[in-house]
Structures are given as structure tokens and as C-alpha cells.
């Protein structure tokens, strides 16, 4: 079988499980076969071996049943690095690159840097590979930890990981830049995702009480304890948090931005300890 009869087939077979884009197709066909997107037409008159095209009859099962793509490869791409994903942990998304885009505007190669809620490893390890900044990783999942430990390794670079919820496990540390991408999902928000998130990410990562707003509110009024003066702070927000987020940081924090992402949802909060 070459490969544009088998792409016709993993699209055939995608739309009667309800997946429509055909992208998903393309990134079945290409990741199996650990080619480029862009290449599997140019590439389209190759014949699989049997071996190949057993491969991807396997991923696509498993797609079928809505299992996130990147958990069935065991990979995710994120700032143009490399990181092993599994439902340990989120998988990084592009708003997220965003954000980290903002974040590496206030960050220098002497700064010291803090992650919370660290997943995959994804903001953290970013962070020092395009730094070279002293970045310290947390999070409440020794799962998601080893996972990113795994990342920075895989990636070639040192992050100093440790286990705690937000801030419990710093102890007196400091830093010049505060990071974190939280659980910012209410409940009644979580039970009208789409199956490849509800049924399939860490709850853990995603759902937080008080209307997605109980993890900023924890940060927002602890993190003046735990920056150096004319510290940053940098947080991914959801897409009707912009207001909220603003009235949190007001206290502490000056130079205030809510900034949108390439849809049009607020997705940064940027602002500077006063």
C-alpha cells in the first residue's frame, strides 16, 4: 500500500469515529512513520512495508477511540523541542507557547525563575534552553515530576524540580520571574470538553474550585513573599479570566497587562511587584 491510499484510509476511517479534520490524518501518517507533516505528500507514491502499515492501523485504533494523539505517539512538539508526554501529564499547548513567548521578554540569562504547576516540564524546560536562566520547576504530582525530569534531560538542560503545592516546599527562595499555566477549568466548564481532554488528561491539571480561580488567587497572594524586588509575574489565563485575574493582581502588582492570543481570548496577565 503506498501512502496516499493509506492517508485516504486513516481519513475514512477518522470521519466515522466523528474526527473531521484532516490534519489529524496527516499527523497520524507522518508521526508513524517519523517524517514531516509537509512530507507525506510529497512522499505520497512510497510504499509502506507491512511493518509500517500495521504501525499505523494500531495508532489509528487507538485515535479512534479519541485518545490524544500525542499520548499515542508518546510525544509532543512545544517551542521547537521535544517532549515525552503520557496521562500524567498535560499535553503543552500552542496558546501556552504564547504565553512563554511573553515570559522569555522579561527574562535574562542571570535571571532566577519559577515554574508552578509544571506538568511535562514544558514552560520550565523552554526557559532554559532558550536562557540559560536558573529555573526552579514545581509541582503537586510526583507523576507529572518524573516526567519532566525526563524532559530536561531529554533536552539537555538543568532544572532544579521539586514536589509542592505552589509555593509549600520553597522555603525562603527568590525569584525575579514567576511563570505558571494552573488549573484554571471550572467543573461545570470540564463536563463540556471534548472526550480527548475530559476522558483522557489529568483532571488534576485542568479543574480547579472558586470558578478557575482558587490556584491564581493562591499565587497571586503569596508570590510577593517569594520575588525579588521589581519581580515579574507571568500566568496563563483562561479566555473569560482577563477581568478577574486584573482585580487579583491589583494589590501587590503594578503594570497590569491582559493580553490575547492569536484567537482573541485573554490568555496573558503580565505585571510587576510594586
Known amino acids: 500500500m503506498k501512502i496516499k491510499e493509506m492517508l485516504e484510509k486513516v481519513k475514512q476511517e477518522l470521519e466515522s469515529a466523528h474526527i473531521t479534520d484532516s490534519a489529524e490524518a496527516e499527523w497520524l501518517v507522518a508521526l508513524t512513520l517519523d517524517i514531516k507533516r509537509s512530507d507525506v505528500y510529497a512522499l505520497a507514491n512510497k510504499e509502506l512495508t507491512i511493518s509500517q502499515q500495521k504501525k499505523i492501523v494500531a495508532y489509528l485504533k487507538k485515535r479512534k477511540k479519541h485518545i490524544p494523539l500525542a499520548y499515542i505517539i508518546g510525544n509532543a512538539e512545544f517551542f521547537g523541542l521535544s517532549f515525552f508526554v503520557n ?28 515554574d508552578i504547576g509544571t506538568g511535562s516540564g514544558a514552560i520550565a524546560v523552554t526557559v532554559a534552553k532558550k536562557k540559560g536562566a536558573y ?4 509541582d503537586i504530582s510526583k507523576r507529572a515530576l518524573k516526567i519532566a525530569r525526563k524532559n530536561a534531560k ?7 524540580f521539586l514536589q ?3 509555593f509549600s516546599a520553597l522555603n525562603n527562595r527568590k525569584f ?12 461545570k466548564e470540564y463536563q463540556s470538553l471534548m ?78 511587584l510594586k
Open 135 to 138: 529555573v526552579t520547576a514545581v
Open 176 to 187: 525575579d520571574v514567576i511563570i505558571s499555566n494552573p488549573p484554571y477549568i471550572s467543573e
Open 87 to 114: 496521562k500524567d501529564v498535560l499535553i503543552p499547548r500552542p496558546e501556552t507557547e504564547e504565553v512563554v513567548s511573553e515570559a522569555l521578554k522579561q527574562i535574562k540569562p542571570t535571571s532566577k525563575v519559577l
Open 164 to 166: 509542592s503545592n505552589v
Open 195 to 272: 472526550p480527548e481532554v475530559k476522558d483522557y488528561e489529568p483532571k488534576l491539571a485542568l479543574v480547579t474550585e472558586d470558578d478557575g480561580l482558587k490556584i491564581y488567587k493562591q499565587i497571586i497572594k503569596d508570590a510577593p513573599k517569594y520575588l525579588n524586588k521589581n519581580g515579574k509575574i507571568v500566568l496563563e489565563i483562561g479566555y473569560n479570566q482577563g477581568e478577574a485575574i486584573k482585580n487579583l493582581l491589583k494589590q501587590d502588582f503594578k503594570d497590569i497587562e491582559i493580553k490575547s492570543d492569536l484567537q482573541g481570548n485573554d490568555r496573558i496577565a503580565l505585571a510587576s
Open 154 to 160: 531529554n533536552n539537555q538542560v538543568n532544572v532544579d
